[in-house]
């Protein structure tokens, strides 16, 4: 079985965690295109070579990211959220209500 | 400390109740910080048996946290040492028993061979400040305690965490999975008696004293009250 | 019988003091202690253990260290038993397997006559023409082609698993893994050694590396010592590691537990297994490799023949021939393969014994006694060719052939890791390479067999994983062993076959020849083809003959050709070892023993054990009628401590929940609840609840019973992202909850509630209060799921089994009764309320499920919000409907189609008779255009019938929702 650095908890059993999904750039809703909002939703790149993912430490309850090789299954590297996340998040305004 | 055979407890017996008190059916049970605590499960039990093995139900003894950036400060003007590091535990001199999870969840675990009113009291709420939120871990987790020189052989048959001595001595503490239950579980001393704490969630409680009992057996261990912890007269 | 066995130093593992009886094939037998069931019975000159799988022929030990087929045997509770390994017991009993009649007079054996219309293949080739023709033969193939039989009334033992961690793991404690094992220890790590014989020392414990065996004697003995008292290296013998996982994950299996071992460094020393020869008879009882009959006279003192000849392709035959002389046998010629003599000292000491020597000769066939039951002699010819053999015989009598055709690495573990094989034309041999780092390889499984090399190599491979640890700067040097021990050509196709490639599976070399003629070039196509390798050795013997007559015959390399693909496990391993203790975790609430103790039917919801209803289950319905009807008449309690509760706490604790559900919580006052959908960014209904604002800065939400874990997640994941100054806590376990719904519902309550106005303008519906409950804190909401009026109590967990005693002994005026989640599911579906889930599915917007009213588009942002937007926005395709029946229709069931012409336009999702409401009751998706209500939407239920409903709108009881306002 395979282990994983948790940059919280130290190398665990990788049946210790969950998969949460590539971590991607979401558009801004209120203002990007039906087309863009679709393929950010439905599509993915797939591609080979490094990708950054989101993997829960589920004991702990511990979001973080991992950067893994798609080919040779290799995670490179594990970290904080924060890193990649610092700022406070807002949305845009729905423009339709806006303007009504 | 009064003392009651608890075999089906009254409904009017301690309106609070470890989540595996039926499976000390037969056991001899006092009040501890309001609820009813195994004291006395087999005749025979002493110190000896803690060497050999014994797992011992403190769930109904006191026990509080809080998390937040402003936890550690809240804890720190409330007298109480704080491990130095994350997924560390201290004992306190009144043997109070400190996690630390992770960077800012702490959980504070009372004696459970004495009542923990003061520190109730004195913990009762956290400030209303933003940044230092209470914790339900008294009712969320059932805390068992797995005594015994087999005791890192029993944890081997349920967890992928390397539990030895060696790597796991007292003050270590791992979140991590027990017999397929989310588990935190602390290496750490009871009366001078070295043993795992392991909190896990109270909705699971019957399966995991199960699962640790299994495991426990194979070293001729078995059930204990909190009795057998205090020193031999 | 009683047994002669040879002198010590002969019998490492045999208790001479201690003899044990025995049965086998009906008849008594004695051994000692210390004996596998297979070497006390050669003891007694029994060989014939068993009958090959497809021509049924006679079979003896071949490996004696149970890594072929032939020692299979049967024991009362377990079939497929390798008698070289299992240790004998005082009574054991053990039959044959694979024969009619008896084994010593097999019926089936008169298949071997047949052999030509059994070709390879033959599974794929028959029985498909004429159709219909496989239903004949299957019966008698099952029965022909089985092995042992299962004991079906057996009783289960206790298997378990249990991890173990080690810097080191040294997998086969022959000279190599002892050196290595040494050598790490040295830097204070801990050493685990893996040996799966029952004793140390490999190749040491039987084989003599030098001319009397006094140096291997003692090197085994100097080596072991020091293991054994070198306290940081644990030893586990009888132990198999049977497969290699990622970042050294080592399964291995000994006794009833499979032993999960996480290794920092692992070093492979496990050896490489001797091959056979190719000749015609070469399965006959009484020929073996050099290494059994070594085995048998080094571990069991048994003298495996009268008189012997040793075929082989190296020099190790030698020494073989030397020892079985120097216990007595009579040794009648060694043939050598090879053209050229490579070691004169051996063949000075041959000579000196008077054992003759047949130089690039080989046994051309093994003549057999009657029945192919045992050996009696070999026809020996001068090799002309590769393969080929010239006219003169020589024929020699003799009951003992030991054959070394070469050896193979073990490389089973390597490979599965990633290693490569590849061929050396020079070597005559495969050699691995490209092992992933932390993964080390040491002695003859790594090409070295000088035993000098051998221990080098143990040091070198230690070194390295020392390296690795940063515990030495040594730059380990690296060992080379130029001998060759492997013959270019050891196969000598014969006219009349018989020549066997594959002894589990009865493969002769024409078949594999053949396999390549049909057409299957690709090793890994003759190996499914011709089922070489697939047999319970799984190719230790095969592979490489294999490899070679695929490569001649396709002009290939035998690099190209290669092997099959290695896959754990690597020995047969019983389904136990791999399940274990079963660990399923299950939940209970604390009112569990309650709900037992009022003969409640418990129902799994996801881990969860809840009451479906109370009463015996054959009477079903009418428990849940008659709950349902309490609740409409008088009250009731539920047990809701299932579902999921989350509080969100801090200064933007309004802001997270606005972002997370499609409601506005921005301005939600104060002591108030709100409900709460929750959408994933496809825009689909994903789960529900109810929020209740505690605070400025907190609420507490409830989830679906399934639902709480991913909400959770999908929560927190989010706040990694926006970081919001919010804490977001999964309270599941720490609050009992419970629902008292009914008419009665205020009275039950105001016998226990003091501190908090009850009255109808004093917690009205929709309210949240927070009071204490016969003196336990609780939480209160008023609710309506069940459309009546209804207090739903939370209450810390540990109060909650006390709390259910409360209310169920205050309602006791009001014929207060429990009900369970069948009656709930009913009552629900009386007021249309939807469970998420059930009543949705992957690809449920909030429009078809009528919450457009709960989705609110002015906020900037939730979840999921542009997809909405975009699916609301297209014309709407479904739409869930409620629909009625009369109470005598035949009831559909959830899943059934609902069509329209000949198209599904969608499924009924819920469906229940309602005594309230005199009928069938149930939700359906529907065409958007059979929505409206007096439409009809044909269903078509069990049996294929057709029924019409009748849409009506929801909610089918107490439209005006009077009820739950009271």
């Not at chain 3, 969608?906 to 007096?934: F, K, L, Q």
Request: with cysteine; proline share 5%; aromatic share 8%.
């Amino acid at each position: 079985m395979k282990i994983m650095q948790c940059p919280l908890n130290g190398p665990r059993n990788i049946s210790e965690f969950v998969y949460g999904g590539e971590v991607r750039q979401m558009p801004e809703p209120n203002l990007c295109s039906d087309e863009e909002w679709a393929e950010y939703v439905f599509f993915h790149d797939n591609q080979i070579g490094l990708v950054q993912e989101w993997w829960l430490h589920a004991p702990s309850g511990y979001w973080f990211i991992a950067e893994r090789h798609t080919a040779s299954d290799d995670i490179v590297r594990t970290f904080d959220p924060s890193e990649r996340f610092k700022e406070r998040v807002e949305f845009a305004p729905n423009p339709e209500v806006s303007a009504a | 400390m009064s003392q009651i055979k608890f075999d089906t407890p009254t409904r009017t017996q301690f309106s609070r109740r470890s989540p595996i008190y039926r499976q000390q059916a037969g056991a001899l049970f006092g009040e501890r910080d309001g609820a009813a605590i195994a004291l006395q499960v087999s005749d025979d039990e002493s110190r000896a048996q803690l060497q050999q093995g014994a797992l011992l139900d403190l769930s109904a003894t006191f026990r509080t946290g809080a998390r937040g950036r402003a936890a550690s400060q809240w804890l720190t003007q409330q007298q109480l040492p704080l491990p130095a590091q994350a997924n560390q535990s201290v004992t306190t001199g009144d043997g109070e028993l400190i996690l630390r999870l992770g960077n800012s969840e702490f959980w504070i675990l009372g004696n459970p061979l004495r009542e923990n009113g003061a520190l109730a009291r004195q913990l009762q709420s956290a400030p209303a400040t933003a940044g230092c939120y209470p914790l339900s871990c008294q009712h969320s987790h059932s805390w068992f305690a797995l005594s015994g020189k087999c005791r890192s052989a029993v944890m081997a048959k349920l967890c992928g965490v390397d539990m030895r001595e060696s790597v796991f001595g007292s003050g270590a503490l791992a979140m991590t999975s027990v017999a397929r239950v989310s588990a935190i579980v602390v290496s750490h001393e009871l009366q001078g008696v070295p043993v795992f704490s392991i909190l896990s969630d109270s909705t699971s409680a019957t399966y995991m004293w199960q699962a640790l009992l299994d495991a426990l057996q194979e070293f001729g261990g078995s059930t204990a009250g909190i009795t057998s912890l205090l020193p031999a007269n | 019988m009683t047994s002669t066995r040879l002198p010590a130093p002969m019998g490492l593992l045999i208790d001479r003091g201690q003899p044990l009886t025995f049965e086998f094939a009906g008849q008594h037998y004695q051994g000692l202690a210390g004996d596998s069931i297979a070497s006390a019975l050669l003891a007694n000159q029994r060989w014939l253990l068993s009958r090959s799988f497809k021509y049924h022929r006679p079979r003896g030990p071949l490996t004696m260290a149970g890594q072929d087929a032939n020692t299979l045997v049967q024991l009362p509770d377990e079939p497929n038993v390798l008698a070289d390994r299992f240790p004998l017991t005082a009574g054991l009993r053990a039959e044959g397997q694979n024969y009619s009649g008896s084994l010593d007079n097999d019926r089936g054996a008169a298949l071997g006559l047949l052999g030509r219309f059994l070709p390879v293949g033959f599974y794929y080739r028959t029985f498909f023409r004429p159709l219909g023709v496989w239903d004949q033969w299957e019966k008698f193939i099952r029965k022909t082609a089985g092995l042992g039989h299962a004991d079906l009334d057996f009783k289960p033992q206790y298997h378990d698993k249990a991890y173990r961690f080690y810097d080191v793991v040294i997998v086969g404690a022959g000279p190599a893994g002892l050196q290595a094992a040494l050598t790490a220890a040295t830097a204070g790590v801990s050493v685990l050694l893996v040996e799966e014989q029952s004793l140390l020392g490999g190749a040491l414990s039987y084989h003599q590396f030098d001319a009397d065996g006094e140096r291997t004697a003692q090197q085994r003995h100097a080596l072991v010592e020091q293991v054994q008292s070198t306290p940081n290296i644990d030893v586990m013998l009888n132990a198999t590691c049977n497969g290699w996982f990622t970042d050294n994950y080592l399964p291995v299996i000994q006794g009833n537990r499979m032993h999960k071992v996480r290794a920092r460094e692992c070093i492979v020393a496990s050896g490489a297994y001797e091959q056979h020869v190719v000749f015609r008879n070469n399965d006959l009882p009484g020929i073996l490799l050099c290494s059994a009959a070594e085995r048998l006279m080094s571990w069991y003192a048994v003298k495996p023949g009268q008189r012997a000849v040793v075929l082989t392709g190296n020099d190790e035959g030698y020494s073989t021939a030397l020892m079985l002389h120097a216990q007595g046998v009579d040794v009648a010629a060694v043939v050598d393969l090879r053209p050229e003599l490579h070691s004169p000292t051996l063949a000075q000491a041959l000579a000196e014994q008077q054992i003759p020597l047949m130089q690039h000769s080989t046994v051309f066939e093994a003549l057999a006694t009657k029945g192919n039951k045992h050996l009696r002699g070999v026809d020996i010819r001068r090799i002309s060719g590769r393969g080929q053999v010239d006219g003169h015989s020589t024929i020699i009598d003799c009951d003992l052939l030991c054959m070394s055709g070469g050896y193979m690495p073990a490389y089973q573990l390597l490979c599965q890791a990633g290693a490569q094989l590849s061929y050396s034309d020079e070597r005559c041999a495969f050699s691995l390479s490209n092992l992933p780092d932390h993964l080390h390889i040491a002695g003859s499984v790594n090409g070295i067999h000088s035993l000098d090399k051998v221990l080098a190599d143990g040091v070198r491979a230690a070194t390295r994983a020392l390296v690795n640890m940063g515990l030495s700067d040594g730059t380990p040097e690296t060992v080379t062993c130029t001998r060759v021990v492997n013959p270019e050509w050891p196969i000598f196709p014969h006219p009349k076959g018989k020549e066997f490639v594959d002894f589990d599976e009865d493969l002769q070399a024409k078949d594999i020849v053949n396999a390549t003629k049909l057409g299957y070039r690709d090793i890994q196509l003759v190996k499914r083809f011709s089922t070489v390798g697939m047999g319970p050795s799984q190719g230790r013997h095969s592979a490489l003959p294999t490899a070679r007559l695929v490569a001649d015959a396709t002009d290939r390399s035998v690099t190209e050709t290669g092997v099959t693909t290695a896959r754990p496990p690597f020995h047969a391993e019983k389904l136990a070892h791999i399940a274990g203790r079963i660990f399923s975790p299950y939940r209970q609430t604390a009112m569990h023993h309650r709900h037992l103790e009022m003969g409640a039917q418990m129902m799994p919801a996801g881990s969860w054990q809840r009451p479906a209803y109370y009463g015996p289950a054959a009477e079903r319905d009418r428990w849940v009628q008659e709950e349902a009807q309490h609740v409409r008449s008088k009250v009731g309690v539920i047990d809701v401590s299932t579902l999921g509760g989350i509080e969100v706490r801090g200064p933007d604790a309004a802001e997270f929940m606005n972002r997370i559900y499609t409601f506005a919580f921005l301005k939600q006052p104060v002591g108030r609840t709100r409900y709460a959908v929750f959408t994933n960014e496809q825009g689909v209904v994903v789960d529900d609840g109810v929020a209740s604002r505690l605070a400025e800065d907190h609420f507490y939400v409830s989830t679906t019973t399934s639902g709480a874990d991913a909400v959770y997640r999908e929560m927190t994941r989010w706040n990694a992202q926006w970081r919001l100054d919010v804490d977001i806590y999964n309270v599941t376990s720490a609050f009992s909850a419970v629902n008292v719904a009914g008419p009665d519902a205020r009275k039950v309550m105001e016998q226990l509630v003091q501190d908090v106005d009850l009255s109808p303008e004093g917690f009205p519906y929709l309210a949240y209060r927070e009071g204490t409950i016969g003196g336990i804190p609780a939480r209160m909401m008023r609710v309506g799921f069940v459309g009546e009026l209804g207090y739903e109590i939370h209450v810390p967990s540990s109060y909650g089994e006390a709390l259910w005693d409360l209310l169920l002994e205050a309602g006791k005026p009001w014929a207060i009764r429990p009900f369970g989640v069948e009656s709930q599911r009913l009552l629900r579906l009386e007021k249309g309320h939807i469970i998420v889930s059930q009543d949705t599915d992957g690809m449920s917007h909030p429009g078809e499920v009528g919450l457009e009213w709960a989705v609110n588009r002015k906020k900037p942002f939730f979840v999921g919000c542009r997809s909405v937007d975009i699916m609301m926005a297209l014309p709407q395709k479904r739409q869930l409907v409620g629909f009625r029946l009369p109470g005598d229709s035949p009831r559909p069931q959830e899943g059934h189609l609902v069509l329209r012409g000949d198209n599904v336009t969608g499924n009924v999702t819920s469906c229940e008779y309602s005594g309230t409401m005199g009928g069938i009751i149930g939700m359906a998706y529907a065409a958007v255009a059979d929505a409206t209500p007096g439409s009809r939407i044909h269903i078509r239920v069990d049996g294929g019938q057709t029924v019409a409903a009748e849409v009506v709108s929801l909610p089918f009881y107490d439209a005006d929702n009077a009820r739950q306002e009271l």
